[in-house]
């Protein structure tokens, strides 16, 4: 795990990490509970913002001089060949990571498409924060994600925001880059920027299997006496009335509400 190497933190080669108004650190939590941000905190059909962001990354690259055909191309390709398309644009165009951020995510009309939710507010609200940390982790840049969680009105019971930090030289490496999710380094990275106890719970949900799976391999999928999946995949789009496991064995919900469901020891009734 990246942690404090001769008198520096290694993590922050990995991550970026923003404390909130409530920040305590993990060292004498008995778990940790990682939230996604986007997609997973709001609702993406509501909101149609992957939508709006994939509108804004194509117009970004129509400034660098492309058609619709070539812009549509090379941001798929680059998407499947680096997870973020960020990481192509610099490796290929050299261009400025803050201006990137500014005209994709920096313009999204959050305020006219966010808005908090009472009854999601009142269920992170039941968490004990005397045993369990709560921390955001998120790929997008700090901006964007303080930015959401102020909407919602949950940057008050969301801890800190572990960050995918766009100025981070890793993130563009050309051998193993490790600064965003799913790569491992970045979940380790995130449990020692919070400075969570090595035995400690791990619990994370997000609407991305693939980051799922990358949770789970690393050992997120345990949590000693617990006995649900503490890894959970969030699916919006298939609609249940309950938690329900996956073929490959991960437990799938379409509301954050069906949380206490599966992991009853982290809500207080």
Same mark, same amino acid.
């Given at each position: 795990?990246?942690? *404090?190497?001769?008198? *520096?933190? $290694?993590?922050?080669?990995?991550?970026?990490?923003?404390?909130?108004?409530?920040? $305590? #650190?993990?060292?004498? $939590?008995?778990?940790?509970?990682?939230?996604?941000?986007?997609?997973?905190?709001?609702?993406?059909? #509501?909101t149609r913002i992957p939508e709006l962001m994939a509108d804004r990354i194509r117009d970004y690259f129509r400034g660098l001089g492309l058609d619709d055909h070539d812009a549509e191309q090379l941001h798929t390709h680059y998407y499947k060949e680096y997870g973020l398309a960020i990481r192509g644009l610099v490796k290929h165009h050299t261009i400025d990571p803050m201006d990137y951020d500014e005209k994709c995510d920096g313009s999204l009309p959050l305020e006219r498409v966010l808005h908090p939710d009472p009854a999601l507010r009142a269920l992170l609200e039941r968490i004990d924060r005397r045993r369990v940390r709560v921390y955001a982790l998120t790929n997008a840049y700090k901006t964007h994600a303080r930015r959401v969680l102020s909407l919602l009105q949950l940057d008050t019971v969301v801890q800190g925001i572990v960050y995918c930090d766009y100025n981070i030289d890793e993130l563009y490496a050309t051998?193993?880059?490790s600064s965003c999710k799913p790569e491992p380094a970045f979940y380790t990275a995130a449990q020692a920027a919070v400075h969570a106890a090595p035995d400690a719970h791990v619990y994370f949900v997000d609407d991305s299997m693939q980051n799922i799976v990358a949770a789970r391999a690393l050992g997120w999928q345990s949590c000693g006496t617990c006995h649900a999946d503490p890894a959970v995949y969030f699916d919006e789009l298939h609609p249940t009335d309950a938690p329900r496991t996956l073929d490959n064995g991960v437990v799938s919900v379409s509301s954050l509400q069906q949380l206490p469901r599966v992991w009853p020891g982290v809500f207080a009734p």
């Open positions: 795990m990246p942690g *404090t190497v001769n008198g *520096t933190e $290694a993590w922050r080669a990995h991550v970026g990490f923003e404390p909130l108004a409530t920040y $305590a #650190d993990a060292h004498d $939590a008995q778990a940790v509970l990682w939230l996604d941000i986007d997609n997973t905190l709001y609702s993406q059909v #509501d051998r193993s880059p």
